[in-house]
C-alpha cells in the first residue's frame, strides 16, 4: 500500500515562500519512478483543484495557470520524495495542499498540510 505524507506547510506572509515535501513509501509491486506525481489544493469551502503534475523520470512538469512562475515542481527518485517550492505567496494559495500518486488506473493520496498566507 502505497503511503504518502506532506510536510513542510505553515503561515507565511503575502510575497514569502514556503517548501512542502511529500514523502512516499510502501512501494511493494512497483517503483516510486514508476509513479506520476501530482499536487492538489483545497481550500475551506472549494472543491479540490490541481496545482502541478511532474513526470516519472522528473523532466516534464505541468502547473495551474495561477501557479506558473511562482510554483516549481521536483521530485527525487532516489528518495522518493516529491518537493513544491511556492514562491511569491499570496493570499488565495491559502489552503490544504495534498500530493498525490497514480499509476494507470492506481492513485494515492497523502492526509495534506496546510499553507496559510496571512498578513
Known amino acids: 500500500q502505497v503511503h504518502l505524507e506532506e510536510s513542510g506547510g505553515g503561515v507565511v506572509q503575502p510575497g514569502g515562500s514556503l517548501r512542502l515535501s511529500c514523502a512516499a513509501s510502501g512501494f511493494t509491486d512497483f517503483p516510486f519512478s514508476s509513479y506520476a506525481l501530482n499536487w492538489y489544493r483545497q481550500a475551506l469551502g472549494r472543491e479540490r483543484e490541481f496545482v502541478a503534475a511532474i513526470t516519472r523520470a522528473g523532466n516534464n512538469t505541468v502547473y495551474a495557470d495561477s501557479m506558473k512562475g511562482r510554483f516549481t515542481l521536483s521530485r527525487d527518485n532516489a528518495k522518493n520524495m516529491m518537493f513544491l517550492q511556492m514562491n511569491s505567496l499570496k493570499l488565495e494559495d491559502t489552503a490544504v495542499y495534498y500530493c498525490?500518486?497514480?499509476?494507470?488506473?492506481?492513485?494515492?493520496w497523502g492526509q495534506g498540510t496546510q499553507v496559510t498566507v496571512s498578513s
Open positions: 498525490n500518486a497514480v499509476r494507470g488506473s492506481r492513485g494515492s
